[in-house]
């Protein structure tokens, strides 16, 4: 993984966790970035990476908005390590096979959130609320949509358009 790669992630996380983590606006469209970084990261196969990068961007996320810190970094070093671990193992079927993977982990990283609050701070365990799905469709669509854009043949694509201008 480069390095430029993984500050260009984690700004572009940052950004929209602040620009729209807080605003009234937030559940219209409730995306984890955070989660689709350490996935992006994970995609390479290294998990020390992706433990360390998603332990690092769960700990800015509980910064920014969690009473306790820990408890979203701890869920996403070991989403992390799955993700980079079926990134080894399994190929990924397409499009939808990506978006499905990060709806699953989008729910797994509410659930070890929600169990980690039962367990620390003796909250009440909620899962699979409608809020929780929501934002777990909201991420696997985002995370399709992206994986569609990265697969999609942009140079041949606009080498066509380019020679359609000329004719």
Do not use: H
């Amino acid at each position: 993984m480069k390095w430029k790669r993984v500050a260009v992630l984690v700004t572009a996380a940052t950004a929209v966790q602040l620009l729209l983590g807080g605003s009234r606006y937030r559940n219209i469209w409730p995306i984890d970035a955070f989660l689709l970084a350490t996935a992006v990261v994970a995609r390479g196969g290294d998990s020390v990476t992706a433990v360390l990068f998603g332990g690092g961007t769960g700990l800015l996320e509980d910064a920014l908005s969690s009473d306790l810190l820990g408890m979203n970094a701890f869920a996403k070093a070991a989403i992390g390590y799955v993700l980079a671990l079926l990134s080894l193992r399994v190929m990924f079927g397409g499009v939808w096979a990506v978006g499905a993977a990060l709806a699953a982990a989008s729910l797994a990283n509410d659930a070890i959130v929600a169990a980690l609050a039962s367990l620390l701070l003796q909250a009440p365990v909620v899962l699979f609320s409608k809020e929780c799905i929501w934002r777990a469709l909201a991420t696997g669509t985002t995370g399709a949509i992206l994986e569609a854009a990265r697969i999609f043949p942009w140079k041949d694509w606009w080498e066509k358009r380019r020679l359609r201008r000329l004719r």
